[in-house]
């Protein structure tokens, strides 16, 4: 019974390496590392696909779907304010999770990496430091927090979940909506 359960749970995370490489690679992501560090990032958030484990690891639904016509969404922000407040980025530990919803509920689409530049509330700073770098990308920014209670900050969407037509890395994703 336990090979079979190991079995099992080794066939589940090829499952999660190889569909992340098909994602990507359909999306003209084609690095070695960059696909390595995709399938970190599917393999750290596979969990988050029931919404019940992003609300006990400390993430908070932003009530508003953000979408935008002609673009497509981003979807509901389920926001880590510690992470986001936290000046290190960590691959595996995204700071926002995109969801968008579905017949069944929310559906576990993206990520999104923040990194604050300032305090909540406040202006973009004259002098913002560089842009981070993740997957060999800069972020976008640097821009104001999007609502009462966000720095400013630089940040990356990355849509781990759903393909892209717009691209891996874009800000919206046209297959994403709210209604």
Request: with cysteine; hydrophobic share 45%; aromatic share 8%.
């Amino acid at each position: 019974m336990k090979i079979k359960a190991v079995a099992i749970l080794l066939a589940l995370v090829m499952l999660v390496v190889v569909s992340g490489q098909v994602v990507a690679s359909s999306l003209n992501v084609n690095d070695p590392a960059v696909l390595k560090d995709l399938a970190k990032v599917r393999n750290a958030t596979a969990k988050y696909h029931d919404v019940e484990n992003a609300l006990a690891d400390g993430f908070v639904a932003d009530p508003v779907c953000v979408a935008e016509d002609g673009f497509g969404g981003m979807g509901i922000h389920y926001v880590n304010y510690e992470r986001v407040m936290d000046p290190e980025l960590n691959l595996l530990e995204p700071e926002i999770l995109l969801y968008a919803p579905s017949g069944d509920g929310l559906k576990l689409v993206g990520v999104e990496y923040m990194f604050a530049i300032g305090a909540p509330d406040t202006e973009v700073p004259d002098f913002p430091p560089d842009s981070p770098i993740l997957f060999g990308r800069e972020f976008d920014g640097p821009m104001l927090g999007h609502g009462p209670g966000q720095p400013p900050h630089y940040d990356l969407h990355v849509w781990v979940w759903q393909p892209n037509p717009s691209g891996m890395f874009a800000m919206f994703n046209p297959k994403v909506s709210c209604d």
